[in-house]
């Protein structure tokens, strides 16, 4: 039998910081929106994360331990103007620079965890999410059609950068603790020049929205 945190089920959700053309990172503020949150039952816990290959996967595995989550929801920040549902962590990377211009250590082949599967799947409910989320656009537009809403989409590629990095640590490392894992990216916030875009706070509000569904479907699957 599963053990159960004290005060209910725990949905820990992580962010990263600042990065490259990203000097404010929507992932790190929507989890740092949805910390202490109640929703029917599950607690959440939201936690920033560094963009150091060195780091990032500590700090959630720090987190996990402190927590003992039963759902580890990790986002991160995309160029699209709706949100990707990941389904498939890879295990490569690309040697590209974090923010203190280190490289990750790789193995051959660009192997992140050597001997280890080359990929997993996600174990969130990306249909349940998904179906969720067009909702919510759905009704959103039919209040202001000319509005930007953010929308869903399952995706088969989180990238080469820290975000698969840390996807692929959660789903290889911690299989026997949390359950429920995977990673989410959300929009960027409107760029300088780069036209209107999603707003700040419809990024936000989506985000959090995500979060508090994740939250509900915990609660079912953890209730008695």
Excluded at 36 to 52: E, Y
Excluded at 57 to 67: P, S
Excluded at 75 to 87: H, K, N, Q, S, T
Excluded at 171 to 184: D, T, W
Aim: net charge neutral; with cysteine; charged share 20%.
């Amino acid at each position: 039998m599963a053990v159960i945190p004290r005060g209910g089920p725990v949905l820990l959700v992580t962010g990263f910081g600042p990065f490259e053309n990203y000097p404010e990172n929507p992932s790190g503020d929507v989890a740092a929106a949805a910390d202490g949150r109640s929703v029917a039952g599950v607690r959440v816990v939201g936690r920033r994360v560094p963009v150091r290959w060195g780091e990032a996967w500590a700090a959630v595995r720090a987190a996990v331990a402190e927590h003992a989550p039963r759902a580890l929801l990790c986002l991160g920040v995309a160029p699209d103007p709706f949100i990707r549902l990941e389904v498939l962590a890879k295990n490569a990377a690309r040697p590209a620079a974090d923010v203190d211009g280190q490289h990750p250590p790789l193995f051959d082949l660009l192997r992140i965890v050597e001997g280890a599967p080359a990929a997993y799947w996600t174990t969130l409910p990306v249909g349940r999410l998904h179906g969720r989320l067009a909702q919510r656009h759905r009704e959103m537009k039919a209040g202001n059609e000319a509005g930007a809403f953010v929308w869903a989409e399952p995706w088969p590629d989180a990238g080469w950068y820290l975000c698969n990095h840390l996807f692929y640590h959660v789903m290889h490392y911690l299989g026997g603790q949390v359950p429920y894992r995977g990673f989410v990216h959300v929009p960027r916030y409107p760029a300088a020049g780069a036209g209107p875009g999603v707003p700040r706070g419809e990024v936000l509000a989506a985000g959090v929205f995500l979060v508090e569904e994740l939250a509900r479907w915990l609660a079912e699957q953890e209730g008695p």
